[in-house]
Each structure stands twice: as C-alpha cells, then as structure tokens.
C-alpha cells in the first residue's frame, strides 16, 4: 500500500497569512493526488486534483503543486471559513489512501 | 444540484449486518463510479469500497473484503452496502461519494454513523 505521510498535523495562523501542507508518498504516484477540506461535523469537500487542477467553485486563494513524492496544499490570505482539517490522498493504485489530516487551526 | 443521502446506519452489535443505502440525485448516477468513504470517530478518513458505473467491477480495501459487499440500483439511482460480519473497529461514519477519474471523490454525502457495539 502506498502511505501518505502529511504534515504539520496542526497548524495555527493567523487571518489574511500564507500555510503550507506538506505530503509525502512512500513512491512516485505520478501527480495522481487530491486534496479535501473537512470542517467539524461536516463531510469532506474536494479542493484540488491531479495534484494542481482546482476543482469547480473552490477560491483561487488554494493551489496545489508538486510531483513524484512530495505535494503541497497552499493557501493564500487565509479566510475565517479556511480553518478546518485538510487531507491529501493518493490515487494511484488501491488501496486508496489518505495522509492523517492536517487540522488549520486560528491563532 | 448533486445531491448524496445516505440511510440506514445505526447502533448493531458484533457479528450482526447492516445495509446502507445512498439515494443520488442532481445527476445521472449510471454515469458516475461510486465509493463508500469511512471515518472513525475523530480519526482520518478511509476508503472502503469503489464500484463501476455499470456494476460489473468492484474493490474494496482488505479489511472489509469477504465482509462487505457494493452495489448498486442504476434504475433508482441508488448505491448501497451490505456489512456482514461487523467488528468493533467499522464503526465510524459512512459516506457515499462520486468517483471520478478512478480515484478522486468529487461529491460527497452528509454521512451516516454506524456504531458496533455490544
């Protein structure tokens, strides 16, 4: 099984600051990647795919890059509705995976 | 508007079934591959099982395999599991959700909790 390592797996920021989520494959899964919000109580949204491609209706304030192992989540000026738990996942082959979460939390 | 509603969760004890049902509707459901996501209780999430918009592959994670069991009604745009065998450690929130490209889940479900407990 391909693992999904993410980091931090909290974060504090402030409003209107730039974050970074980190995550790192066990091997190359060829910029085949998503990136999900969750908020409390909620399901989770789809944010990025393809490792880069925004998904229809999400801010352009996020932007996804990376390849081979290592992606990265962006989110630029952060908005009182961007503090949530964000989760990267694999897509390259089964099981479908995901990195543990990381938790976007106000300071 | 795509809209995923899922029922039929509840509190069952070890050994027992339960059905899961996900009535989808906003878009045309026999296009679309399907997935059931899981969450235990403040943890991350976890894939469970994934079937082809025409029903004729499945997959599921190892955990569940020979316990669970996807499927789908194209006619009532509904998709549905069937846990046999249930342990502690399935209880989590369920969540239905379209696939799309083979892996990347573009809509999902409100969920539904299911508890395993005696």
């Known amino acids: 099984d391909i693992q999904m390592t993410q980091s931090p797996a909290s974060l504090s920021a402030s409003l209107g600051e730039t974050v970074t989520i980190e995550c790192l494959a066990s091997?190359?899964?060829?910029?085949?990647l998503a990136w999900y919000q969750q908020k409390p109580g909620k399901s989770p949204q789809l944010l990025i795919y393809?490792?880069?491609s925004l998904h229809t209706g999400v801010p352009s304030r996020f932007s996804g890059s990376g390849s081979g192992t290592q992606y990265s989540l962006k989110i630029n000026s952060l908005q009182p509705e961007d503090f949530a738990s964000y989760y990267c996942?694999?897509?390259?082959?089964?099981?479908?995976?995901f990195g543990s979460g990381t938790k976007l939390e106000i300071k | 508007e795509v809209q995923l509603v899922e029922s039929g969760g509840g509190l069952v004890q070890p050994g027992r079934s339960l059905k899961l049902s996900c009535a989808a509707s906003?878009?045309?459901?026999?296009?679309?591959?399907m997935a059931w996501v899981r969450q235990a209780p403040k943890k991350g999430l976890e894939w469970v099982a994934t079937?082809?918009?025409?029903?004729?592959?499945?997959y599921y994670r190892d955990s569940v395999k020979g316990r669970f069991t996807i499927s789908r009604d194209n006619a009532k745009s509904t998709l549905y599991l069937q846990m046999d065998s249930l342990r502690s450690e399935d209880t989590a929130t369920y969540y239905c959700?379209?696939?799309?490209?083979?892996?990347?889940?573009?809509?999902w479900g409100q969920g539904v909790m299911v508890t395993v407990s005696s």
């Open positions: 393809d490792a880069s």
């Open positions: 996942q694999n897509g390259l082959s089964a099981p479908l995976t």
């Open positions: 906003g878009f045309t459901f026999s296009d679309y591959n």
């Open positions: 959700a379209t696939v799309t490209k083979g892996y990347y889940f573009d809509y």
């Open positions: 091997e190359d899964i060829y910029d085949i």
């Open positions: 079937i082809i918009y025409d029903g004729s592959r499945t």
